[in-house]
């Protein structure tokens, strides 16, 4: 019986090919060596989610490309062969962060992503979200007990799992107290089919309310807020974040390229391309607003900065947001392996804090009473 040793060599990439040529031929086998790149290139920059004790990438992967139906066709219309490729191009690039909802594509995308992730489901975070939308005189959306507790049972079935490792309200729904919903999210943590409970789109005065209501009756308390955040999009500066930072509570910026509007592909002087989200969905100019002239400007700037680090516009509207106090991961959504490789992109490189500081003065958001500097300021 003999034994055979391996060995894992990780060298420059200069160094790859000299190492090769200088092997004994009776041990080549024997020895696997890397170029250092490959191990660079799946480098991925892990933060603390809040006060969870959980590690996740700061780039987490959105679903709502996944399916493409009902309104969520403008999003993306990826089936289970393109997302098993994305996903599995995310997986293997670091990313351990996935986002859904029961509301994306109807279900579909969570069924996707259970299939794509398959046995690597254990591996990593997933958040799922729960429909806050209202449809009249049905019980099958909204904050309700009932609601709540039918959707994490068909999104358990629909992901291929026993447990959500974040489970989030979606919105708020002002027809059902915060009391009723806080209750059935922490009765689904004590019963391990939810791990954490967090909430999307809310409020600073939501937020706030939610988290006294738990740390009263001593329930589970949000520790995520999902929202927008972007650098065309900067109004969770003014009381979110602040607040967030002083509970503990981890930003998951969604957007943060503002429906493809900062990634370089709109210009002054230039047709705007067609089958996008800002091309084709009616509600588009309300979700994601913008001046088209501020939108140039801040274009111009971004595609200065990413010539000087060799990358694109897109990367540098992402490692902003990554900069900025309070923001835990950005989450992206993709329709290409192209767009996932530029996104993923990012994590090789920062901005310097001259760079943050010409982005941060040109996008300044209007700050008036209470929200002046000198009034932010700890006492």
Request: glycine share 8%; hydrophobic share 40%; with cysteine.
């Amino acid at each position: 019986m003999s034994l055979r040793i391996v060995l894992y060599l990780w060298v420059g990439e200069n160094m790859f090919h000299c190492c090769l040529g200088q092997l004994n031929p009776a041990i080549k086998h024997r020895v696997c060596i890397f170029p250092q790149r490959l191990i660079e290139e799946k480098t991925m920059r892990i933060r603390w989610l809040g006060k969870t004790g959980l590690q996740v990438s700061e780039i987490c992967f959105g679903t709502g490309s996944f399916g493409g139906l009902g309104h969520f066709k403008h999003t993306g219309t990826l089936k289970q062969d393109d997302a098993d490729r994305v996903v599995s191009m995310a997986l293997d690039a670091g990313v351990n962060f996935f986002n859904t909802a029961e509301v994306y594509s109807q279900g579909m995308a969570e069924e996707i992503l259970g299939k794509a992730l398959g046995s690597r489901r254990k591996d990593v975070i997933i958040i799922s979200k729960i429909s806050y939308h209202i449809k009249p005189g049905q019980n099958t959306a909204g904050l309700s007990r009932k609601h709540i507790v039918e959707a994490c049972e068909a999104s358990l079935k629909r992901l291929g799992t026993d447990y959500i490792d974040v489970y989030q309200a979606h919105g708020l729904d002002p027809r059902t107290s915060h009391e009723i919903t806080i209750s059935a999210m922490n009765d689904l943590v004590h019963q391990g089919k939810v791990r954490y409970i967090g909430c999307s789109n809310y409020a600073a005065w939501n937020l706030m309310k939610g988290l006294a209501i738990s740390e009263k009756n001593r329930w589970e308390k949000f520790v995520t807020l999902e929202a927008m955040y972007s650098l065309a999009a900067r109004w969770l500066e003014l009381e979110l974040i602040p607040a967030c930072l002083d509970q503990g509570v981890a930003v998951l910026a969604y957007s943060p390229l503002h429906a493809g509007l900062l990634t370089g592909k709109y210009r002054r002087g230039q047709p705007w391309p067609q089958g996008t989200r800002i091309a084709t969905q009616p509600d588009a100019p309300e979700k994601w607003p913008f001046d088209k002239e501020k939108l140039f400007s801040i274009i111009d700037e971004l595609t200065k900065i990413a010539q000087e680090h060799q990358g694109s516009v897109a990367q540098v509207s992402l490692n902003w947001v990554l900069q900025k106090p309070g923001i835990c991961s950005a989450i992206i959504g993709v329709r290409t392996p192209a767009q996932l490789e530029d996104n993923l992109g990012a994590m090789k490189w920062r901005l310097s804090d001259d760079e943050m500081a010409r982005l941060d003065k040109l996008t300044e958001p209007e700050r008036g009473n209470p929200y002046v500097n000198r009034l932010m300021r700890p006492s």
